[in-house]
């Protein structure tokens, strides 16, 4: 199966990644736009992203699966996993846990993810042995040459999805095209030389997985720097700088952020006749409404009222397969 997703809408992209919990917040004014290539085989998957604005995530990757990403283009936006550096020819192993990533804008990226059970049977097909453990928690770089088969070999399934799609849809072909892939990802995770997070790095995102959760949990009332902190257990200068590092904002207006798009989500996705933007914006936890509105206005170009306003085959009709993918 394979779907070219074109996305005006952030908050879309969850649905288009049935292995991982995603959450997509721009951190600039502008128009959205992202373009995802999907193809799924037997049991691996791929995409391939384009994401027009700069922009902070928050991944999980469900059990029972080994996810992987990498930049696909040299010239690539700067993209943090965790606070890290991910440079192009690197391949992140994501984890099951909560990790934060955050881009520049025009960022181009691929990943790669099949079951844990079929990825250890294919490397001790491979390689005679299953891979470690370690390497699923840090980022790794392959030997150049394995990296730069992995790169061609990805590009050329995506735009097989864009051009030729029914080609995707032979048992024969997808067969062939998972397992050259699955040998040559293989081949780079075992060959590759960690780069290792530090123990505080680790801290640091356990720190950070906690403040997300708490954020989650009380998401309609005002949170205070000093209640978060007392809550998750940790000093107010420790969590800011954290924040800083990882996702290039302090807490607060990391919280403000987030909630904007969720109050954002909300207007496009009510009727003015049943809903409005007093009760719409309080019920999110804010209550200065004259600065929330200025505040919306810089990120989003428009008035609270104004998106309410707009017509709601605009606020759903956002995600859309390609015309030759079968939904």
């Known amino acids: 199966m394979s779907r070219v997703f074109s996305l005006d809408d952030p908050s879309a992209c969850q649905a288009v990644f049935p292995f991982c919990d995603v959450e997509l917040l721009p951190t600039a004014k502008g128009n959205f736009h ?37 930049l696909t283009e040299s010239n690539s936006s700067s993209f943090l996993d965790c ?21 520049d804008a025009d960022f181009h990226y691929g990943t790669v993810s099949l079951p844990s059970g079929d990825l250890a049977a294919a490397a001790k097909a491979i390689i005679g042995r299953e891979l470690p453990e370690k390497p699923y928690k ?26 030729t799609p ?59 720097l000093t209640e978060i902190c007392a809550a998750i257990g940790v000093a107010e200068r420790t969590l800011r700088a954290s924040c800083e590092e ?33 009760r719409t914006v309080t019920d999110h936890g804010f209550w200065e409404l004259g600065r929330f509105s200025v505040a919306y206005h810089a990120l989003f170009g428009e008035s609270p009222s104004e998106t309410l306003r707009q017509p709601r085959w605009h606020a759903v009709a956002v995600s859309h397969p390609s015309a030759v993918a079968d939904t």
């Open 138 to 163: 840090s980022t790794i770089r392959p030997p150049s040459a394995l990296m730069c088969r992995l790169l061609k070999l990805h590009k050329s399934i995506g735009q097989l999805a864009h051009d």
């Open 83 to 103: 606070g890290q550096e991910v440079r192009p020819g690197d391949i992140v192993l994501n984890r099951p846990d909560v990790v934060h990533q955050r881009s």
């Open 246 to 278: 990882h996702i290039g904002m302090g807490p607060i207006r990391y919280l403000t952020l987030r909630r904007m798009h969720q109050v954002r989500q909300a207007l496009l996705h009510s009727h003015p006749s049943t809903a409005t933007v007093t």
């Open 34 to 70: 992202a373009e995802i290539a999907q193809i799924g085989m037997n049991g691996l998957w791929m995409h391939r992203i384009h994401i027009s604005l700069p922009e902070i995530n928050t991944v999980a990757v469900k059990p029972g699966r080994r996810s992987f990403g990498f």
């Open 166 to 224: 029914d080609i995707l849809e032979l048992p024969e072909v997808t067969r062939a095209l998972e397992t050259e892939l699955t040998h040559i990802l293989v081949r780079c995770l075992a060959e590759g030389h960690p780069l290792e997070r530090t123990a505080g790095g680790c801290r640091k995102d356990r720190m950070l997985t906690r403040f997300v959760e708490f954020l989650r949990a009380n998401p309609d009332r005002p949170l205070y």
